[in-house]
């Protein structure tokens, strides 16, 4: 099963709401990753957890707060965002994170709008 | 933040022709992934390479980890309908942070 599951699939907020964006994965890895992705563009990566520890945090602005409370969940919370904060957020898990990091498996995305 | 070059960042083709693009870039990698994606959909894997030279297919796609480990190539065989998307690659880096480095992108549209 390489399977990564996201949810919701849309989401709609405004700009005082709070949400968060929710993803698990069961095939025992131990990385996961937070990307956000604009029209025509390719994924950018916002955070890495390894081991449930964050790794790496792409000077992304804390009205985005990621959470990793075990090792097959990975959430992103959601605070005073802003329009532009509107894209299509991907979660994604690898077996492990670093030199020997291989494949990397993506979930189908939330659609974000915010208003 | 970085990115890999891909080319071509568009094409149209007939239904039944081959399909050849690729990814280059200044530095050296360790691994390189070939990702399919649909409209609204999240990114499909479709080929992982690892080894300088490697050519690995799976059914009428063929990827090629290039020698000199700057570059990969995604070869589609007799494209249908159903391989319209955008096609990206993603290369790690063998030092620093470790993190995929994802290409531009290559649209690829088939006309039946």
């Known amino acids: 099963d390489t399977e990564v599951t996201q949810t919701p699939k849309h989401l709609v907020m405004g700009m005082t709401n709070k949400k968060s964006l929710k993803c698990e994965q069961h095939?025992?890895?131990?990385?996961m990753y937070w990307y956000k992705q604009k029209a025509k563009k390719p994924p950018e990566l916002m955070f890495v957890?390894?081991?449930?520890?964050?790794?790496i945090n792409e000077s992304v602005p804390s009205r985005f707060s990621p959470e990793c409370p075990n090792s097959s969940l990975l959430n992103l919370h959601l605070h005073a965002l802003q329009p532009e904060d509107s894209a299509l957020y991907l979660c994604a898990s690898s077996q492990d994170f670093g030199r020997r990091a291989n494949e990397q498996f993506f979930g189908p995305g939330t659609r974000l709008t915010v208003l | 933040g970085q990115q890999l070059n891909q080319s071509p960042q568009s094409m149209f083709i007939q239904e039944g022709e081959d399909v050849s693009m690729n990814c280059t870039s200044s530095?050296?990698?360790?691994?390189w992934l070939w990702y399919k994606q649909d409209p609204g959909e999240g990114p499909v894997l479709l080929i992982a390479?690892?080894?300088?030279?490697e050519l690995t297919s799976n059914g009428r796609l063929t990827a090629q980890f290039g020698i000199t480990r700057k570059d990969s190539f995604l070869n589609i065989s007799a494209s249908i309908p159903s391989d319209v998307g955008i096609y990206f690659c993603a290369g790690l880096a063998t030092s620093g942070t470790y993190k995929y480095i994802f290409g531009t992108g290559t649209r690829l549209k088939v006309l039946a």
């Open positions: 095939m025992g890895h131990r990385a």
């Open positions: 957890y390894s081991y449930e520890k964050l790794s």
């Open positions: 530095s050296i990698f360790n691994t």
């Open positions: 390479l690892y080894k300088a030279g």
